[in-house]
Every structure is written in structure tokens, then in C-alpha cells.
């Protein structure tokens, strides 16, 4: 395989070492079952699934209870849903939530209007954001759940979840936030915010695939989920099946570890990202940014450029990883829907590339960045005949 340069954190990043070498000893000596209670074995990887309880606990203001390990932000996603709908009265069988969420999030919701739920999906505003009033607007007697992202994975663009979180408050409806884009990389507190359920995954954070959590609140008020995996009754019954103690040790390490970093990390991924984009845009002034760049991700970068078609441009660009469209639609080629959402024709939609920097990247990985994506969007419009038609007019 060729060397690339990986920028495509947002699909999933690497495991850092650090996180590597936490997860090492719970593969090998230190095995044991967390819910073997006749030995040490047991109690050691027990305690070590409740050291990383607290530090995920700690970083969101939440209790260590309220923490619920799963196999990813998908899974988490689905005991939020489908256990809330399926614990309530079914006298409110309303959700609310918007188009450009992820997948696990739409899927749900259209499994539960299979299942006899209402879902309404607000649009989104040219900036990617939905509009409090639209949310005001869609929440009703029998709504039982908003359903609101904090961070988009492609565009990297942050919902309004505190103005959002205090309307579910003020009416008494649930709010569940995906925010596996944003977890251990901005601040977020449950408490201040008004987040009921939130879920989070670890491989966004250089942590491991497949493991994951599920934020679920305890008190003010508690909220009661229907078991969606039967067996063992690990995890207070909410989610059986033996834990995956390296996974969860990891999660940890990870949590722990963008805490420490975030502010530095998040100064110095951003000076990336915007060393990139000025280098973009004053080379290609026409170059449309999608999305909100005020309220985004500090290392995300979503941007169209006229003409070009984003599968054209990814091929032209050898050294650098990174997608069009998001990791999980690229394998088909409709035009990425959150794009769409954003109210872009299809041709500007098809032709979106999105670059995420993380921990790995440095200044050298911009730079080379920047210079292929200028030439390869330059060579391609100069086989575009509608480029070359554009041209024409504008200087005649
Ligand atoms: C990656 C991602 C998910 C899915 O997480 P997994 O742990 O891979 O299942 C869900 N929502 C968003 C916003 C994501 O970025």
C-alpha cells in the first residue's frame, strides 16, 4: 500500500500508543471475566471497567452509574431509541429529529416509524444548523424524544444542544444527543446542557473500534430504557454480555487523554485546518466551505469546489487520505444527503471532499494537502468544457 497521508479523522482515527499500551496487559495476564466475583482475576478487571466508568463519568459531569459500555456509538444509539419508545406508556409516540443526523440515528427512527412511531425530520439552514424555532415548532403534547446530534460527521458543523436541551427541559420531553464526533473534544456537562441519553464511541477519540458508551440518565428524572440484549444482566441490566475489558480500559485511556489535550489540541488542529483552507481559498477563490465554519469542529474542513467532481478529485489526490461524501455512503454514488440537506444541486453536492486532521497530522501534512487539492481541482477544470466555457464569458 502507499504511504498517504491520513486525513480522514472523522471516519475513524488511530489507536494512539499511549491508549495501545493501557489496553496491552487486559489481552494477556490480566484476562479475567469483570463479573468473576470468586477471585482476583475477576476483581481486576472489574476495577479496571469502573476506573474508566469514572473518568468517562467525570469528563461529561454525569455518575458513574449512568454510564452503560457498549460496542459502539451505533449500538448506543439503538438502546436509546428503541429502549425509550419501548419502556414508555405509548402515550407519546412522537420523535424529533433532523436530516443530517448519522445513519444509526435515521435508521432508527424510520425502524420506529415501522413499529408505529411519528418522526418528524426538520431540514437544516444553509449553515447546517437547525433553527431553535423549527424545533419549538415540531415539539408537541405526545413527543417523547428529541433526537439532536452535537457535532455532523461530515460537515462537522454543532447543533444548538443547549438552547435545545433546555426546550426538552421546559417541555418535558426527552433529548438524546449523538455526539461521537464531539465527546472528549469540547467540553460537554449533562447537567448544564439538559442531555438525558447521549452516546459516544471510542474509535473517534484514538481509542479502539468497537467499544462504546451509552449516557444514560439516573435522576431529574430517571430515565428507563427497554433492554435490547438480554442474557447476563451486566451493566445493571441495561446491556448483558461479558464486557470487553481491554476495549472499555482503552476507552478510558482515551477519554482521559483528549481531556488532557483537548485545548491545546484543538488550538493547534485548528491553526491546521485554517493554514489549509486560506491556502484553498487563495488559490481557488471560488471554493464554497459547507457548512457553519463558526459553529464546527475546530480540525474539520467540508468544502465544494465548482466543476470538479469530488470522486474525480479524491483519485487525483495520491498522497493524502481523506472523503467525499461520509465513509459510510462513499460506497455508492449518490451525492452525500447531508449535502444535499444543506440545499446544494446535486453537482455541487457530488462535488464535496471533507478533510479532518487529528493528533497525527503537522504543519508538513497541510502544506502538502493544500498544494494537491489546488493542482488536482486546477487540472481537472481544465478538461471541464463547462469550466472552460465559464472562463470564456468572464473575461470577454
Ligand atoms: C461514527 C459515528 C457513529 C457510529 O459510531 P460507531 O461507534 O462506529 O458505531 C454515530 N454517529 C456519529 C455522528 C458518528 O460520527
Redesign the pocket.
Known amino acids: 500500500m502507499v504511504e498517504r497521508i491520513y486525513l480522514d479523522n ?1 471516519a475513524t482515527t488511530p489507536v494512539d500508543p499511549a491508549v495501545l499500551g493501557e489496553m496491552m496487559p487486559y489481552f494477556t495476564e490480566k484476562f479475567g471475566n469483570a463479573a468473576s466475583r470468586n477471585h482476583a482475576f475477576g476483581w481486576e478487571a472489574e476495577e479496571a471497567v469502573e476506573d474508566a466508568r469514572k473518568i468517562i463519568a467525570h469528563e461529561l459531569n454525569a455518575k458513574p452509574r449512568e454510564v452503560v459500555f457498549t ?5 448506543s ?1 439503538n438502546l436509546a431509541i428503541k429502549g425509550l419508545c419501548e419502556a414508555s406508556d405509548g402515550k407519546r409516540k412522537h420523535i424529533v429529529t433532523q436530516v443530517t443526523e ?1 445513519k ?2 435515521l435508521d432508527t427512527c424510520k425502524e420506529m416509524q415501522k413499529r408505529g412511531w411519528e418522526v418528524t425530520y426538520l431540514p437544516v439552514q444553509e449553515d447546517g444548523r437547525v433553527s431553535m424555532s423549527a424545533v419549538a415548532d415540531a415539539v408537541r403534547g405526545d413527543t417523547l424524544l428529541v433526537a439532536i ?1 452535537h ?3 461530515e460537515i462537522g458543523v454543532l447543533q444548538r444542544i443547549d438552547d435545545i436541551g433546555k426546550l426538552c427541559r421546559e417541555r418535558d420531553v426527552r433529548f438524546l444527543v ?1 455526539a ?2 464531539s465527546f472528549g473534544k469540547l467540553p460537554i456537562d449533562v447537567e448544564a446542557v439538559g442531555i438525558d441519553i447521549l ?1 459516544a ?4 477519540i484514538y481509542g479502539p ?1 468497537g467499544v ?1 458508551f451509552l449516557y444514560v440518565r439516573q435522576k431529574n428524572p430517571k430515565i428507563k430504557l427497554k433492554i435490547q440484549m438480554e442474557g447476563g444482566g451486566h451493566e445493571r441490566g441495561m446491556r448483558s454480555g461479558t464486557l470487553a475489558v481491554s476495549l472499555i480500559v482503552g476507552l478510558g485511556k482515551a477519554t482521559e487523554l483528549i481531556a488532557d489535550k483537548r485545548d491545546k489540541e484543538n488550538a493547534r488542529l485548528k491553526h491546521l485546518r485554517d493554514t489549509l483552507l486560506e491556502g484553498i481559498r487563495t488559490a481557488l477563490p471560488d471554493t464554497v466551505v459547507n457548512g457553519s465554519i463558526e459553529h464546527r469542529l475546530p480540525h474539520n474542513i467540508n468544502f465544494s469546489f465548482p466543476y470538479v467532481e469530488g470522486e474525480a478529485l479524491l483519485m487525483k489526490l495520491e498522497s493524502i487520505a481523506c472523503s467525499s461524501g461520509s465513509a459510510c455512503s462513499s460506497a455508492t454514488l449518490e451525492p452525500s444527503y447531508v449535502m444535499k440537506a444543506l440545499g446544494h444541486s446535486e453537482e455541487l453536492a457530488h462535488s464535496s471532499i471533507r478533510v479532518a486532521f487529528g493528533r497525527f497530522n503537522n504543519d508538513e501534512d497541510a502544506e502538502i494537502a493544500m498544494g494537491e487539492i489546488v493542482r488536482a481541482v486546477k487540472s481537472l477544470r481544465e478538461k471541464s468544457p463547462v469550466w472552460r466555457l465559464m472562463r470564456q464569458k468572464k473575461f470577454s
Open positions: 472523522n460496542s459502539g456509538a451505533t449500538e444509539v448519522h444509526a440515528v446530534m457535532a455532523n460527521n449523538d461521537a464526533q452516546a464511541s471510542g474509535h473517534k473500534k462504546g
